[in-house]
């Protein structure tokens, strides 16, 4: 791999490990900004909504760009894609998510050029709605922004 | 979760974490069957046989049983819409793959009639036919098996 | 063919014939477990519940088993693939759909080692939200269980 | 139903009836034009191939004129989306399908106003390249012609 | 092109041309019948409500006629997939639409046994519910009728 | 609309009108760099190959810079979801496409940070492949660069 920070590999161990277990990959978080957060719903609209607000409020992204709104929307469709497989719906479907997730920002290639790209990384579980009647799922996107 | 055994997690880690890095989580493999291999390719059958292959090589699946394939199968394609995000094909959309993936096979739930799952989890590149020209994928897909 | 029982089959006639017509396939239905119902929605939501209440109320699926509930998850929504052809969603698309159903379980392969499999077949109408606006649709939805 | 003929139930039963089976039916059949076929391949291309020219061989389709070949296309792709269920690819997704396939035109609406439509039907088996790891499949296409 | 009117042409300047543009392809639009509207929405059903009831009002088609709403109803979602780009929804997606619309009624092909067929297209902005979070989109489907 | 200059109705312009017709607006083509080209396939590797190829060759992206091949074949992708309309292929589903083309840079919004945006363009016929079988398709991808 071209690539000195594998920003897709750091979103997804951010969004599946615990803390404990994050530690030993702590000193490669150094080059990156990033945060975390954790989002339960049958409504899809919501979990893109938490995503899009944990990245404005821990200032990943620029609040008012439109260009960066949209290379994070993108990001985050395509994790909904490995979450959801298949279709990016949930309540419609008769199912539920209960997902932490995480996004990283930061410049992957070595050559400075590449730039700055985005990845959201989402881990929990997916499944019919009653405590116990589901499974594990997980999506990653990656963008340039 | 109202798991004891998180496979999918398993398998992540299995597909994206180097041989050290792993070493951590050795110790919560032994209740499971996995086996990990690698393919590179611009066509998504070639990508698909070499999970099959590996899974029946390393016996985490009953050769012969076509309702072990068929749990299989489903589980590689739910995988692999995490790896394309959108569209299940590679070489037809003018990109190509290098691929390692994991297979791991438990009994996730705390009740034995729950029986066994098998997760297929894959990690890599996915980008044009050019070296470099390419970002970091992820799938991961879970069945009953 | 080598299944001795066609549960598909079996599944497409309860769901597509009437009564009387359905007499003559009656012998055939010995060795299955089966039922059938009846739902009208522009939500599809209310599809998959009607037909996950039935399986459960008619003892075709073991209630409490998640693992059983996930078998029957997945072919109810390969059966609606078919019924929307192209995009799993109804009321959102401006369409609704009269649907009788049916769901077999038995065992269609010689070998016992193939166990036990459950087919989910839906007939009925799908269009506009205007009385006679509509044509026939179909779907058969198969998974091991 | 405002249907008098009901030909997407006359298709899926000319596809997945025996003819001993289907004689119960032959009344209904007088007031269609109707023609049936097999087709078995890894090639999407070639199913759609083999509809199209048992449609023109026996008449059923007018040859020359874009305006039917249009109408059968899209339900012969319909009627492929339930055969596939979620992707329309067969062998680039590492599976074959053995199918008998119907094609019924006739006039399915009480006013004569609403003219003619087409239904394509498929039914038999969607699998491994492997004999015996398949299970059966089912698709119905309906459109106006 | 062995068409001698353009009807998809027609209907995407109709859909994006300001009035004064559209004035030079004007005697063009001589030979096919037409209308315009608007509609802005997070409701996918209301856009396709929108563009029915405009295709009813200005008798593009024919009210009562299941078969020409039928047609119609495919072309609209033809459109709809290239204003959405991948999966049919706007609200569900957390994302909103503020759209130009068009119907083009009219006889393409030089031969008159093709008949009559049916364009619509959209084009306006697709994005985030916020007030300038967004870009243009484009689509336009095609239908015999 | 917040955006000075709408590069997707100026790709459409330019994939669809004649030299003579675009005439009309070419003054709003100063402030963008733009191309076209023309393919004909029923291989949509070709079909991707066309565009990317006419970019670089006009110099509209950057030919060493992965994060600009990135942005294109999104952009490109989400043109030929239009085209295709619900499922990205053409020979496969046995049909064939004769496409022209456009790609058209710039910087549509005007807040300066907003940076530029790529907008590709395709208008042509899609139909089977039989000369005269065939109806026009259009499809607009954009994604910022």
Redo the contacts between chains.
């Keep these: 791999?071209?690539?000195k920070i594998?920003?897709?590999?750091l979103a997804?161990?951010i969004a599946?490990l615990s803390d404990e277990?994050l530690q030993?990959?702590r000193s490669t978080l150094d080059d990156v900004a990033f945060c975390q957060g954790k989002v339960g719903s049958m409504?899809?609209?919501k979990v893109?909504?938490a995503v899009?607000t944990a990245a404005k409020r821990n200032r990943i992204i620029h609040d008012s760009?439109?260009?960066e709104?949209?290379?994070l929307?993108?990001a985050i469709?395509?994790g909904i894609?490995?979450v959801t497989?298949?279709?990016?719906?949930i309540?419609?479907?008769?199912?539920t998510v209960g997902l932490r997730f995480s996004i990283v920002r930061g410049r992957?290639?070595k050559?400075p050029?590449?730039?700055e790209?985005i990845?959201v990384?989402f881990?929990g579980?997916i499944?019919?709605p009653?405590?116990?009647?589901?499974?594990?799922?997980?999506?990653?996107?990656?963008?340039?922004i």
């Design positions: 791999m071209s690539q594998t920003i897709g590999k997804l161990l599946s277990e030993a990959f409504n899809l609209q893109i909504s899009e760009l439109y260009r709104t949209h290379a929307y993108h469709l395509e894609d490995g497989r298949g279709h990016p719906s309540g419609e479907m008769s199912r992957p290639y050559d050029d590449e730039g790209w990845a990384a881990y579980t499944g019919a009653v405590k116990g009647a589901e499974h594990e799922t997980f999506g990653l996107g990656i963008n340039h």
